[in-house]
């Protein structure tokens, strides 16, 4: 009898149409939620399906976006980060106070780049050299830049001069700057993550970490360089956050971990490594945004947002685990 | 000989010299740091952290976190504040079943997505941190519960006392330590969390029923959590749903933490809690008798986390005392 039952999986599995297969990627849902989203959202207001009005929402969130696509990398990899919206905090605290003391911009946004490799250097020191866990070792580091932050800016807010204010309304052939960044890093990370021999070793760190180590990949070296990255592409965003606000205080993306976990999670990367794709991660931004300005339009508390956001993710990490386990047998 | 250096040899030994050289060090600076008033002001400042610790240990020591204790802190004081404001004849002392009870739903939640998904309990209490956060928002209305709604007798528990002249809130805090310590060492449950903690794959073959025991942990995380939620509304006299309990968490991972209580789960004891807690409450009465602005207070505490981390990993690998040859 189970031979039987082998015998017929074993048939069963060519059978699988291309459709079928795609229609069980967690890419898909987080597509067709996007859809769904949009058309909800139109509903709600029929001004919201203005393509200015939707990327002009979108920069609110894409400096976070930007981070999430690194973080996504990180979690595939088989490691989490908490405190990339705590470096964007710090790296922008340290940005303004640079150039409040008189230096000129690009020091100050070299010493911040700087500050932000630092940051990860941290990270990956704690977590890949002494072997803690990521995951306390970033709530650690969290509360740390946080807490630096505070230190530097104090409740105060420290204004940036005039002409460095101002990257979203930046417009090359009518879409914000922070958009084509976002679309560029989408597209060489995909290509990184999909297309190159680090992007294949990265998955196989994080599906199995011994078998890795066994085919002679060095996995030490990827994640350092990982966190690194994760680090040095968190301080630009928040610089770039600086130049869409015009000012600084510590509080920049308080709680943003939440929404970055979320976009990692809402496009099927698996909270264990091994599975994801920046795609998911790309679309699931979108989605986020389309999800808070629908909420907007249709004048809901932020309170609310809050929950929504809650929800949502674990929604997501129930969703992509479920289809996950279907996929795995 | 021996007892001394099984002693030496504890982790705690280590808390406790910590907070006897900080002091020693304060005191050297500031005279006034070392007398009975400063020691009252230090146990002021730490009983929610206390209770939040508690919570916190059992769940570390289960192997699991929970990122979600400052907002059920703050969702169970605001339904306490609410049912105060409705109903301002109702018993005063109503307010402490009521408190536990939300947060102990609240606590069972984060246990139910966690066992019946097989979820990491860190990714689920993220999102209940803000999932719980946004409710106490909605059911408050956004707005916040004032001074005159807490009823005095509850008010006053923070201030009088009816033994020694300790306030009634420390010796809750210090009662719920007390209980804390004789579930983990001589019940049933306390063993099973230990062991659970200790090895995931081994407790179900050793009888033990895991979904149970974690749900129960989280459960009782929420329960004190919800307790620290109306001693918090004892303490301040106001309940704001944006600032009650944001970032409590945080400042309990670090007491835990340092307490010496393993992130890898299965080890853990009160008594290091306790003292880690009394640690922090050393350096936060401290800073502003140094005169070090309190916006400092986040940052030691991160890079305290940080330190404690750092220890934890060298004593698991073979004891930094007996490495530094202190001892022989």
């Known amino acids: 009898m189970s031979d039987q039952s082998t015998t017929q999986t074993r048939e069963l599995a060519p059978a699988r149409s291309a459709w079928h297969v795609a229609l069980v990627r967690p890419e898909t849902m987080t597509f067709l939620l996007l859809i769904f989203g949009l058309i909800g959202a139109s509903y709600l207001s029929p001004f919201f399906l203005d393509i200015n009005y939707i990327l002009r929402s979108f920069t609110l969130t894409a400096e976070m976006s930007i981070v999430a696509l690194v973080l996504t990398m990180v979690i595939i990899s088989g490691e989490i980060d908490l405190s990339p919206a705590a470096n964007m905090a710090l790296s922008a605290c340290i940005f303004a106070w640079v150039q409040a003391a008189g230096a000129p911009i690009y020091l100050a946004v070299l010493v911040a780049l700087f500050a932000g490799l630092a940051m990860g250097a941290l990270n990956a020191f704690m977590s890949i050299r002494m072997q803690l866990p990521s995951i306390i070792v970033t709530i650690g580091t969290l509360i740390f830049f946080r807490g630096l932050a505070q230190v530097i800016a104090g409740d105060k807010s420290i204004r940036v001069p005039d002409s460095f204010i101002g990257i979203n309304t930046v417009m090359i052939a009518g879409i914000p700057l922070p958009v084509i960044i976002f679309f560029a890093m989408a597209i060489i990370l995909g290509f990184v993550l999909g297309a190159t021999i680090i992007g294949r070793q990265i998955y196989q760190i994080g599906t199995n970490k011994e078998a890795a180590l066994h085919a002679g990949i060095n996995s030490t070296r990827i994640k350092v360089g990982l966190f690194l990255l994760l680090g040095l592409v968190s301080a630009a965003a928040g610089i770039m956050a600086v130049s869409r606000l015009g000012s600084v205080r510590y509080d920049l993306v308080l709680g943003g971990e939440l929404q970055m976990v979320l976009m990692a999670m809402l496009g099927g990367t698996y909270i264990f490594g091994g599975r994801g794709t920046i795609l998911g991660t790309f679309l699931a931004a979108w989605l986020l945004v389309i999800v808070s300005t629908g909420m907007t339009v249709a004048n809901l508390l932020p309170a609310i947002q809050l929950t929504v956001l809650g929800i949502l993710l674990i929604v997501a990490i129930i969703a992509t685990n479920f289809i996950y386990a279907r996929t795995q047998r | ?328």
């Not at chain 2, 976190?65 to 109903?87: N, Q, T, W």
Request: proline share 4%; net charge positive.
């Open chain 2, 1 to 328: 000989m021996t007892l001394v250096r099984s002693i030496l040899l504890r982790r705690e030994a280590g808390i406790l010299v910590m907070i006897v050289l900080f002091c020693a060090a304060v005191g050297f600076y500031k005279p006034q740091f070392l007398t009975l008033q400063s020691l009252k002001i230090i146990l002021l400042l730490t009983p929610l952290v206390m209770i939040g610790a508690m919570a916190q240990m059992l769940v570390l020591v289960a192997r699991h976190v929970d990122l979600s204790i400052g907002s059920m802190l703050g969702f169970s004081a605001m339904v306490v504040g609410l049912m105060y404001r409705e109903y301002p004849d109702i018993y005063w002392l109503l307010g402490f079943p009521v408190a536990i009870f939300t947060g102990a739903i609240l606590g069972l939640g984060n246990g139910l997505l966690v066992t019946i998904f097989s979820l990491p309990s860190i990714i689920v209490t993220l999102g209940t941190l803000s999932l719980y956060r946004g409710l106490t928002f909605i059911i408050s209305d956004a707005r916040q519960i004032n001074r005159s709604v807490i009823p005095t007798e509850l008010k006053v528990m923070s201030r009088t006392s009816p033994i020694f002249d300790i306030p009634w809130i420390i010796l809750i805090a210090f009662g719920i330590a007390l209980m804390t310590f004789i579930i983990a060492r001589h019940t049933q449950l306390g063993r099973q969390i230990y062991a659970l903690g200790s090895n995931p794959e081994a407790a179900p073959l050793r009888g033990i029923d895991v979904t149970k025991v974690t749900l129960i942990v989280f459960t009782l995380a929420g329960a004190l959590s919800g307790l620290a939620g109306i001693l918090y509304a004892s303490r301040w006299g106001f309940v704001n749903p944006s600032n009650t309990g944001a970032g409590f968490e945080f400042q309990v991972i670090a007491a835990v933490v340092i307490g010496g209580v393993s992130i890898n789960g299965g080890i853990g004891t009160v008594m290091g809690t306790v003292l880690g807690v009394l640690l922090l409450g050393c350096v936060a009465a401290a800073l502003p008798l140094l005169g070090i602005p309190g916006s400092t207070q986040n940052s030691i505490y991160g890079a305290v986390i940080l330190i404690a981390l750092l220890i934890d990993r060298s004593v698991r690998q073979g004891g930094i005392i007996k490495r530094s040859g202190a001892i022989e």
